[in-house]
């Protein structure tokens, strides 16, 4: 976590101050997820996607799917 830490604090040397810095909430969570979810294996690191729910939500869109196919012809 730490080289992770480190990468990111070069990447961004110059480009935004210290001072100006402020997260939103979306990416307080998304960091907050990815620093739950750090392991390494293989001598790799891996971290869950931020942008992905647990468990997925697919939500029930019938209606908009027969009307999108009903577009198309």
């Known amino acids: 976590m730490h080289q992770l830490e480190r990468f990111w604090a070069v990447e961004n040397s110059g480009v935004i101050p210290k001072s100006e810095v402020s997260m939103s909430v979306e990416n307080k969570e998304a960091l907050a997820m990815m620093e739950q979810s750090v392991k390494l294996e293989d001598d790799h ?29």
């Open 45 to 73: 690191y891996q971290i869950a996607l931020p942008w992905r729910q647990r468990p997925t939500f697919l939500p029930f869109n019938r209606f908009m799917v027969e009307r999108r196919l009903q577009a198309l012809n």
